[in-house]
């Protein structure tokens, strides 16, 4: 039976299309191009909906619209054409359609003179372009199908929002007016309907060459297939920092690395680079390295963070999307050739939920007051990251505010030496990372056999056993958590030994 309203295009397409009409193309008549959905990405659409879902709570006791499946709506249209009938006050998932596009709202309130304030979630704290694209989307049905909002609002989260006791839905939510532009944009959506429509109605794949689209606003699911092998190390799709100098050179018929022209103007990472995959040389700049290896004092302190960062904070005094510490590691080398120790800390997982045990994070201050001396130099790998995180502690606990910025007086960056290139090799492409470093020059260390063996996993994995999703043995992961922390500052130990012997 045929579908009472067939669709050709839904929010998604759109932008889909916007962004790229290959793409669209591929959605309709190439599934099969497309990746398996990976657990981040999963774990952003969950995130997603779980923010919808507590979105409601602003706008209490709708009426929820939602479709049962993701290819017939006619019971959430025909549904929504009756509660906007009947002008019900707030509706979920209201479904609208006009000339085969679909629109689905994530909230609808009829405000008291009766206007339409249509209302999108999102789960992001920063306002995107294509937001707007799909509002504008949006209105467009909803204007043909005879229910144009009066006002047009996103909602998304407040990042200043400090969590203390239950969360306040109003304050962890902001609305920002978007009615103008939305408006504005009206003429330009008329008119990629139809373009978009056209390309779906002949089958035919576009014509669309490459270009810096298929990174905006996000990477295309699609790219892999349409780059081939133009992803691959040697290529000048990998050069460092590279933005338009890749476009210039591609543009030119230059695709490898290796053909780079000696002429072409490049930075002093590039020109390692570059070189690197023309002659497999190796660049050690010792008289920089001597230099900054010589900026730090014994004792060393190889020091590394693991944090969470919900969305929605579940510990007092934290924010959305704040990088809150749950673990660190500390390898401390006495003098060149000296004494090492080690120590560690984690978290318990439940004393983020609970208000009667001590707060995690004093924990964590209390613990570091033990373990750094009060002189010698701190090294971490990234170490904004870790100085943020501790500047975060030295303003909500100012008791301790004087030790925790003196930790971050005395911190040193080892990232630099390799984010300048005074040591480069060319098994490190166009990354400064610790995971692809370590290989580089300590190939006998490895994350490899780790059960958890990265940042990211670590902090879905706490977040879990914080938030009660996790299902696995406890004590195993926290084992697992500790022994990935302790490599990421034995990684860092190892690689400071290989520059002092250069």
Excluded at 75 to 103: C, G, R
Excluded at 190 to 219: M, N, R, V, Y
Excluded at 309 to 322: C, H, I, R, Y
Aim: net charge negative; hydrophobic share 40%; proline share 4%.
């Amino acid at each position: 039976m045929p579908l009472k309203y067939p669709h050709q295009l839904s929010k998604s397409r759109f932008v889909s299309g916007a962004q790229c009409a290959k793409k669209l193309y591929f959605e309709r008549y190439r599934k099969e191009l497309k990746p398996a959905i990976t657990p981040r990405q999963q774990a952003i659409f969950d995130q997603g909906n779980l923010i919808g879902k507590m979105a409601h709570g602003c706008f209490p006791n709708g009426i929820d619209l939602s479709s049962q499946t993701h290819f017939d709506y006619t019971d959430a249209i025909d549904n929504t054409i009756v509660e906007m009938q009947n002008k019900t006050s707030v509706l979920y998932e209201a479904a609208f359609y006009h000339d085969e596009v679909l629109s689905v709202l994530d909230i609808l309130e009829h405000d008291a003179n009766g206007d339409i304030h249509a209302i999108e979630v999102k789960s992001s704290s920063k306002m995107y372009d294509y937001y707007i694209t799909d509002a504008a989307l949006q209105y467009w049905v909803m204007e043909n199908a005879g229910h144009a909002p009066k006002r047009f609002s996103l909602m998304h989260i407040n990042i200043s929002y400090v969590k203390n006791g239950a969360i306040d839905m109003n304050e962890l939510f902001t609305l920002t007016d978007i009615t103008a532009e939305v408006i504005k944009k009206q003429a330009w959506v008329t008119k990629k309907i139809q373009a978009l429509k056209q390309i779906l109605q002949t089958g035919l794949e576009p014509t669309q060459a490459i270009g810096a689209h298929c990174s905006k606003p996000f990477d295309c699911d699609f790219k892999s297939h349409c780059w081939g092998n133009l992803l691959d190390k040697d290529k000048v799709f990998n050069l460092y920092n590279g933005r338009k100098k890749i476009w210039a050179l591609y543009d030119s018929g230059i695709v490898n690395l290796a053909d780079v022209p000696n002429d072409f103007e490049l930075s002093h990472r590039q020109s390692c680079q570059v070189n690197g995959q023309k002659t497999g040389a190796t660049h050690v700049d010792r008289k920089r390295i001597h230099q900054f290896l010589n900026t730090a004092a014994y004792p060393l302190y190889f020091f590394d963070f693991e944090t969470v960062n919900f969305v929605v904070p579940v510990l007092d005094g934290t924010s959305p999307f704040e990088q809150v510490g749950f673990q660190y590691s500390l390898h401390i080398l006495s003098s060149i050739g000296g004494k090492l120790a080690h120590k560690e800390f984690l978290a318990q997982e439940a004393d983020f939920t609970n208000p009667h045990t001590l707060n995690p994070r004093q924990a964590m201050i209390n613990q570091m007051k033990h373990d750094f001396g009060t002189t010698g130099s701190i090294v971490a790998y990234g170490a904004s990251f870790e100085k943020g995180v501790i500047e975060r502690l030295a303003e909500d606990f100012p008791a301790d505010s004087v030790f925790l910025r003196g930790l971050n007086n005395r911190m040193i960056d080892l990232l630099t030496v390799f984010e300048n290139a005074w040591y480069y090799t060319p098994q490190l492409g166009k990354s400064a990372s610790i995971k692809d470093v370590l290989p580089a020059l300590v190939p006998t260390l490895s994350y490899a056999s780790l059960p958890i063996n990265n940042g990211d996993l670590a902090n879905k994995t706490f977040m879990s056993m914080i938030d009660g999703s996790f299902k696995g043995d406890v004590n195993e992961t926290r084992n697992n958590l500790l022994a990935y922390c302790k490599l990421d500052t034995l990684a860092m130990l190892e690689i400071w030994k290989v520059l002092c012997a250069i």
